[in-house]
């Protein structure tokens, strides 16, 4: 017997736990995705959602020894709904969770069980919950793949937000605004991607105010209007940098001190990304 999980519909969410293998095995990790499948027009939260809202959560009960990881969000996008702006997610979204289950296993077979509750909004906002179960057996030699559902999630993976190998990043503070400055990687192309910056904290920036982007050498600079203009602001800037081209969207986390000074590559253009 195969992997059981039924959707569960509320209102305009349906919700579900699915799993990237159809059988698991002791001590080796798998990944269940928490799908929300919204109707058209509306949304959730991101881990900082904003101006408001809230994000998702889950609330295991699993079985003794098993461990889930955290709730891991997609990139999120920009909602706005003036005068405020929010981040969130459209549409079918999958949340990943690393689950590892203990070295040791007797029985056949599983049961994760998890209390999922939302916000979603349109116009107007409408809290959701799902009580979900997902059912597999145990194959002690080795877990067994689910081909349809791994590349789900494994599209879902590629993804997520990702250290930023090979680019360069400076944060400048002046007493009305904060300028991230980017140097890209060599081999990126010349041209400069649409950019936004979703901050981890939602007490760093106005978020509704315009992210201005010019062109600076290789790279670019991203001002940013600090949510107390003039009084001392926080020491590090930290979040995603979201990019999007032609061929999709690629999420960079950032975490670096502010400074007073400009970045290093602008006094000497030469330099070159590590």
């Not at 009960?61 to 955290?70: N, S």
């Amino acid at each position: 017997m195969n992997a059981a999980a039924v959707p569960v519909r509320d209102g305009p969410v349906q919700a579900e736990l699915i799993a990237d293998v159809k059988a698991v095995a002791p001590g080796k990790p798998f990944t269940v995705a928490f799908r929300m499948a919204m109707d058209d027009h509306w949304h959730t939260y991101w881990t900082n959602p904003g101006d408001s809202g809230l994000p998702p959560s889950l609330d295991w009960t699993l079985p003794e020894g098993f461990r889930a990881g955290e709730l891991q969000h997609p990139p999120p996008i920009a909602l706005p709904t003036p005068p405020f702006m929010t981040y969130g997610h459209e549409g079918d979204v999958l949340f990943l969770v690393t689950m590892t289950p203990p070295a040791k296993w007797n029985e056949d077979r599983i049961t994760l069980r998890a209390e999922a509750d939302w916000l979603v909004c349109r116009e107007l906002c409408v809290p959701g919950y799902a009580a979900l179960e997902l059912e597999l057996p145990v194959q002690p030699d080795g877990p067994r793949p689910d081909p349809v559902a791994a590349a789900r999630i494994e599209q879902a993976r590629a993804g997520l937000p990702a250290d930023p190998d090979g680019w360069q990043f400076h944060a400048r503070q002046t007493p009305d605004r904060y300028r991230l400055h980017v140097l890209p990687p060599e081999q990126e192309p010349a041209t400069n991607p649409t950019a936004a910056f979703f901050p981890y904290s939602a007490r760093i920036i106005r978020h509704a105010a315009p992210q201005d982007v010019q062109s600076e050498g290789r790279g670019f600079v991203l001002d940013l209007a600090p949510l107390s203009p003039g009084l001392p602001g926080p020491d590090r800037l930290s979040g995603l940098l979201v990019l999007t081209r032609e061929s999709g969207r690629q999420a960079l986390r950032i975490d670096i001190p502010f400074s007073k000074a400009d970045p290093p590559w602008l006094s000497n253009p030469e330099r070159k990304a590590p």
